[in-house]
């Protein structure tokens, strides 16, 4: 079954300690569409680009069997281009540019074909344009969306009203603390379900993520790298991951969402191996079948 | 099977953002000796202490069954005393004062019914003093050490030498870091290997533990704690309560190591619940237990 996508879609500049990549392929939805596709879903990508966005990205994408009806590309626009650097030990990124360009203005419309999408990942975004697609779906089945400190500050209001709409929310844990004023991981998740969502999963970095319900709780590990080129996209491939998973499955089970974000988790470990999407361009589904045992047996007891 | 426990034995003091209490039962020595002495194994603790200790307190360690033969009490000395302050999320420790008193000139030596205990917990201590401890132990069957930044930084030569002559070290995160100079957590527990361990444990605190061996790879969850009242004696609570776990079973298979380690998470759980061994006290067996079965169950997938 389908997943719909709804991201940025973004030329990145990255600097880490010992590298520098200009212009490359980024932003939210195409990490999370990149990892969604790993599992023959049929994915569908909405989003906004300039005209001076590389046919070749958007060629990949299409390539890849991503779905590019619903990405709008604006002939006298500017693509979003965002710069960011890396510390030393890439827990730390210091944001060097964000130019929104075409995205300041983006009011998506989705395209027939993708209204009865059962599955809907709303990345990051202001909770306004996130609720006015929700507003657009006809049969979804599972509505999982991502917030980040900005909105949680500037829009709350907005960022509430998505809250009692979607199933899902997926967040850093740093947000989830700042959403609920309590430093509290657990509490914190605990306090989020109340505003609607019937699961909240906090994605904890190097630490992994937890997903919490009202009678569940997960604990997901991290996959264990030793060698980290770039974190960006990391959690937009973790969601996409687990979107994929979820729509191939067909369910919304304790068990599928499990599986399905250690299939995240998997996903997410190989983006960091390299910039842009690039190692994900060559990773084998036999690679993340094997990372998905070796996890299993690494909380095994 | 026994359980040999080196460490140390003091009167804290501890502000919370919400309560302080003042020279109450404390020390690496009694927070591992009182989790390993849930599992009926016998626990003997060697340490030090000032004639103005409670007798209380060392009654209280009598009446559990723990041997306190090799407990010294120095008639004119002044027993070990601590003092922390919280902050609000409980991450941030300030060290108040640290009076060492009579430890400052302890040189163990072992009584004659401790030297042949087969499994070694060695605190947090001067790597001098660790090694002292293990050349005089007869049938060793497995060497647990702790160290900390302090020793890393200052006895880097001792702790070395140390090294080499344990099984395994249990170790903070940031020390990992600190004693391999990277940050790539898994890179440094592989790199400490080198030195001699045949595994390293990995605290990451709310972010539960890692165990590292050439061939083997865990990660323990922490459990989902909503109460926090006083962190301190955490780690060690995890360490001592994996050693009570391993002797009681006897032997250091990988599967027993697994195990331990998550009993170490159950016990160090309940240890921050209150403050000093408070909550220990009254926990029953059967309620570890079912924190053991929860965690299982929050791993699984």
Not at 93 to 98: I, P, S, V
Not at 122 to 150: G, H, R, W
Not at 198 to 206: D, M, P, T
């Amino acid at each position: 079954m389908g997943v719909l996508i709804v991201g940025t879609v973004t030329l990145d500049t990255v600097e880490t300690p010992s590298n520098r990549v200009e212009d490359v392929l980024g932003g939210s939805g195409v990490y999370a569409a990149v990892a969604a596709n790993f599992f023959k879903s049929s994915v569908q990508l909405v989003g906004v680009i300039g005209a001076d966005f590389p046919r070749s990205y958007t060629n990949f994408l299409e390539t890849q069997g991503i779905d590019l009806q619903g990405l709008e590309r604006i002939a006298n626009g500017k693509s979003f281009r965002w710069g960011g650097r890396y510390a030393e030990n890439f827990n730390v990124r210091d944001t060097l540019f964000t130019e929104l360009n075409v995205v300041s203005d983006f009011h998506p419309v989705l395209p027939d074909a993708y209204k009865k999408a059962p599955y809907l990942f709303l990345a990051n975004n202001s909770p306004v344009l996130q609720l006015s697609i929700i507003e657009q779906a006809t049969d979804p089945k599972l509505i999982v969306c991502d917030t980040m400190d900005f909105w949680i500050n500037e829009e709350r209001e907005a960022l509430e009203a998505l809250l009692a709409r979607v199933d899902v929310l997926v967040l850093n844990d740093s947000e989830a603390q700042l959403f609920i004023g309590d430093s509290n991981l657990m509490r914190a998740a605990q306090a989020i379900l109340r505003y609607g969502p019937k699961r909240v999963i906090v994605k904890k970095g190097e630490h992994g993520a937890i997903s919490v319900t009202k009678s569940s709780f997960f604990s997901a590990p991290a996959y264990p790298l030793t060698r980290v080129t770039d974190p960006t996209g990391a959690g937009d491939s973790f969601a996409g991951g687990m979107m994929g998973y979820i729509a191939a499955v067909g369910d919304t089970s304790e068990a599928t969402i499990r599986s399905a974000m250690i299939y995240g988790t998997v996903i997410a470990s190989f983006n960091i191996e390299d910039f842009s999407v690039n190692r994900q361009k060559c990773v084998q589904f036999s690679e993340i079948s094997s990372r998905y045992d070796e996890l299993k047996e690494a909380v095994h007891f």
